[in-house]
Every structure is written in structure tokens, then in C-alpha cells.
């Protein structure tokens, strides 16, 4: 472990339109805009697996750009625009999913954000739990301060 300050600077975020996922991505902006870094947020569309994972896929397309162009408008009233980028992304498992492109972006750190529910524990949470085991870099979780 380097006893220096942490260098934060590519994130990847998961976004789905919540109030949470906007923290989140409103953290990671923060984050990277530190040390000049670029913030990926990604819309993962899963397929079921009785489908290909090519399938046309048009109302959860179209659910994806407008959460895309949210985040994009949300990193604009951040200043921070221009090092965002939005993908959207089909996949069998959003866990997976944001983990493959945390590997390919080689990026620091990926921030989830997550809803307060009190009777809900993130430790038991199948997607939580693989994104923590599998991450090949520090995993930021923010959660929501209301529910």
C-alpha cells in the first residue's frame, strides 16, 4: 500500500436515471476533476439470456440516452462536460458489465451509487458483492442520505 495521497483520476459510474446514481456521478466528476481525470458513465441494458446479446433493443435504448443525456446535463451544471463520456452498454449482468469496462478503461475507480433502505444490507447484495471481489481498483460506494 503507498503511503501517499490517493490519485483518483478515470472513474467508471453505473447510472440508471436515480437520485443515487447522480450522487454518484456528481462524486466521481468531483473526484476526477482533482487530478484532470475522465469520468465514464455507463447505462447497462441487460439481456435476458434466452435472447442474444445483440438483440435490437429500442425502449431500453431510448431509457439509456435519456439517462446518458441527464448525466451529460448533470456534468455541464458541474463544469466538468467535457470529460465525461457516456456509453450505453448490453450486457447479460450490469455487476459484470461495469467490471469488464472498469478492467478495459483501466481506470482508478469506479463509484456505485446506492439507495438507503434500511432493511436492506449492502453486503447482501449479489451485484455489490461481485463488483467488491472483482474490481481491479478501488470501489467508492455513495450512498444516498434519504430514501
Given at each position: 500500500?503507498?503511503?501517499?495521497?490517493i490519485q483518483i483520476r478515470d472513474i467508471v459510474v453505473p447510472?440508471?436515471?436515480?437520485?443515487?446514481?447522480?450522487?454518484?456521478?456528481?462524486l466521481a466528476c468531483f473526484l476526477a476533476k482533482k487530478n484532470k481525470g475522465r469520468v465514464y458513465a455507463v447505462y447497462v441494458i441487460e439481456v435476458a439470456r434466452?435472447?442474444?446479446?445483440?438483440?435490437?433493443?429500442?425502449?431500453?435504448?431510448?431509457?439509456?440516452e435519456q439517462v446518458l443525456a441527464e448525466a451529460e446535463?448533470?456534468?455541464?451544471?458541474?463544469?466538468y462536460r467535457?470529460?465525461?463520456?457516456?456509453?450505453?452498454?448490453q450486457a447479460r449482468d450490469?455487476?459484470?458489465?461495469?467490471?469488464?469496462?472498469?478492467?478495459?478503461?483501466?481506470?482508478?475507480?469506479?463509484?456505485?451509487?446506492v439507495s438507503y433502505n434500511r432493511d436492506q444490507s449492502l453486503v447482501q447484495d449479489p451485484d455489490m458483492q461481485y463488483?467488491?471481489?472483482?474490481?481491479?481498483?478501488?470501489?467508492?460506494?455513495?450512498?444516498?442520505?434519504s430514501g
Open positions: 500500500m503507498s503511503s501517499g495521497p447510472v440508471n436515471g436515480t437520485a443515487s446514481s447522480q450522487e454518484a456521478l456528481a434466452t435472447m442474444p446479446l445483440d438483440a435490437e433493443m429500442t425502449a431500453e435504448a431510448q431509457r439509456g446535463r448533470l456534468a455541464e451544471d458541474l463544469d467535457e470529460s465525461v463520456f457516456g456509453e450505453l452498454l450490469t455487476a459484470h458489465a461495469v467490471v469488464d469496462e472498469a478492467v478495459e478503461r483501466g481506470v482508478s475507480a469506479i463509484v456505485l451509487g463488483v467488491l471481489k472483482n474490481a481491479p481498483c478501488q470501489v467508492i460506494i455513495s450512498r444516498s442520505a
